[in-house]
T-cell receptor, first 110, second 113 residues
């Protein structure tokens, strides 16, 4: 089966940098996703990593190490609107169906 | 706006009842996925359809069923509802050129009283 672990909650200060970690154990690997979800709203796609390394997209970056079963999402220049849940999801080998972690609730305070 | 439309936004019903949730995928997308999200379970995959045919099945109860119609919209039917079925139900669709990436609708919040 699949197992995905990420911290339940993190807090950070506006303007700072925060790193949200995700570790996974899956049968095979197809790709890793990060989604942002504000309370009561739809998850929105942030990033997709297939190969090892860092993918940068504006204030958000995502890193993957397949050998370690590890990823992180880096958020820079935090804004109050970044307060949300961040979901790590992995698609196992031969599948398009992602398994989602429980999400990390990020609270950004002034 | 992801382009995925779900109706209704909210649904309040009683135990034992049956409801139907509706989803229209993004224009051009053939795949539709249904998920359930409750506070204690996170986002759980229920079922996937591709161009009218069932493609994958997850943790979907026998009381639940779905279908995808020729116009590609999909419906999720929930019957003999229980209190524990109260949750957010999301539909997602993915483009043909990048089936790994899913775009989610705004969800239907189901409350079973």
């Amino acid at each position: 089966g699949q197992n995905i672990d990420q911290p339940t909650e993190m807090t950070a200060t506006e303007g700072a940098i925060v790193q949200i970690n995700c570790t996974y154990q899956t049968s095979g690997f197809n790709g890793l996703f990060w989604y942002q979800q504000h309370a009561g709203e739809a998850p929105t796609f942030l990033s997709y990593n297939v190969l090892d390394g860092l993918e940068e997209k504006g204030r958000f970056s995502s890193f993957l190490s397949r050998s370690k079963g590890y990823s992180y999402l880096l958020l820079k220049e935090l804004q109050m609107k970044d307060s949300a849940s961040y979901l790590c999801a992995v698609t196992p080998g031969g599948s398009y169906i992602p398994t989602f972690g429980r999400g990390t609730s990020l609270i950004v305070h002034p | 706006d992801s382009g995925v439309t779900q109706t209704p936004k909210h649904l309040i019903t009683a135990t034992g009842q049956r409801v139907t949730l509706r989803c229209s995928p993004r224009s051009g997308d053939l795949s539709v996925y249904w998920y359930q999200q409750s506070l204690d379970q996170g986002l759980q995959f229920l079922i996937q359809y591709y161009n009218g045919e069932e493609r994958a099945k997850g943790n979907i109860l026998e009381r639940f069923s779905a279908q995808q119609f020729p116009d590609l919209h999909s419906e999720l039917n929930l019957s003999s509802l229980e209190l524990g079925d109260s949750a957010l139900y999301f539909c997602a669709s993915s483009p043909r050129t990048s089936q790994n990436i899913q775009y989610f609708g705004a969800g239907t919040r189901l409350s079973v009283l």
